[in-house]
């Protein structure tokens, strides 16, 4: 289940089940979002991105959707795997050359 | 493609010290780069965008004389952090957005990040 940390929000699933990861953003102006993946010690790695124009995107195994009414993004990871273990990240941006927006990430923790 | 990297990976240095951390496009062109710090078990938070051949943008709470930035090419940008204290340990992380002629791209590519602590 999905439980509210001191720091971070945990989601702890079985091994084969779908992941599914929350993010609320906060500027109604941002027209890009990007769903980054962090593992320990390491910089955030692309996952899937979604334009404002757009509600749902996929990917291999991933799918983002996007509620713009309610400014709430989900990453759906299908059939986790151990390697998907990591810190997820949701970010925002207006366009141009601004810089990224993040959420505050959510600790995905696979089980056996 | 579209690899940024960071160097050192890792520095400590004694209080009151400054040191320098580099960020580097290797294989395209960055008019814009930024840089980031995350505190442990925290998010990455902006801490400036750093725009080749001009001076940076600093975020609000940001300090520009204690986080110096200089992006001399297009595909370097350096973050200096002066005289620092043991609250500047943090890891650093800077990323980069490809120039599509003279208009800057949406993706940004993440270096691997810069763990710095201060004694």
């Known amino acids: 289940g999905e439980s509210v940390g001191l720091h971070l929000p945990t989601l702890s699933v079985q091994e084969g089940d779908n992941s599914i990861i929350n993010c609320a953003y906060s500027n109604s102006a941002s027209d890009y979002f990007i769903w980054y993946k962090q593992e320990s010690g390491k910089g955030p790695q692309f996952i899937i991105d979604i334009r404002s124009n757009m509600d749902k995107r996929q990917g291999q195994r991933v799918t983002v959707l996007l509620n713009k009414t309610v400014k709430h993004l989900s990453l759906q990871i299908a059939a986790t795997q151990p390697g998907d273990s990591a810190v997820y990240f949701c970010a925002e941006k207006r366009g141009g050359a601004d810089g990224l927006t993040f959420g505050k990430g959510t600790h995905l923790i696979i089980q056996p | 493609g579209a690899v940024v990297s960071q160097h050192p990976s890792w520095v400590i240095c004694k209080s009151g010290t400054s040191v320098k951390i580099e960020c580097r496009s290797l294989d395209f062109q960055a008019t814009t780069m930024f840089w980031y710090r995350q505190f442990p078990k925290q998010s990455l938070m902006l801490m400036a965008t750093?725009?080749?051949?001009?001076?940076?943008?600093?975020e609000q709470g940001v300090e520009k004389d204690k986080f110096l930035i200089n992006h001399a090419s297009l595909t370097l940008s350096t973050l200096t952090v002066t005289s620092a204290h043991p609250e500047d340990s943090s890891f650093y992380i800077c990323?980069?957005?490809?120039?599509?002629?003279?208009?800057?791209?949406?993706?940004?590519?993440f270096g691997p990040g810069t763990r710095l602590t201060v004694l």
């Open positions: 990323s980069a957005s490809p120039a599509a002629g003279l208009a800057v791209t949406d993706t940004q590519y």
């Open positions: 750093s725009n080749e051949g001009s001076k940076a943008t600093y």
